[in-house]
């Protein structure tokens, strides 16, 4: 994961130099999608751990917490979609 996210750090810092250069709109849009690619990748790694570990555990243990888990990744998941 922070492989891939010190890629799309290069990818952020390389847009920051297009817009300064004024290269082509197009190209600097076409970057832009492949950073939001890359974050949208990272998020879904970040969410399948959470659910294979912090989730599952609280399911075993029930109760409160179960609940509490499986609301936030629900919340979670409406703010990814949006």
Do not use: N, P, W
């Not at 509490?68 to 979670?76: F, R």
């Amino acid at each position: 994961m922070s492989k891939r996210l010190k890629r799309i750090e290069g990818q952020v810092r390389g847009v920051e130099k297009m817009v300064a250069d004024d290269r082509y709109c197009i190209d600097v849009l076409t970057q832009i999608a492949a950073i939001q690619s890359g974050l949208k990748a990272v998020a879904l790694g970040l969410l399948d751990d959470h659910m294979a570990h912090c989730v599952v555990e609280a399911a075993r243990a029930g109760g409160d917490e179960q609940a509490t888990k499986l609301a936030e990744v629900s919340d979670a998941l409406r703010r990814f979609v949006r």
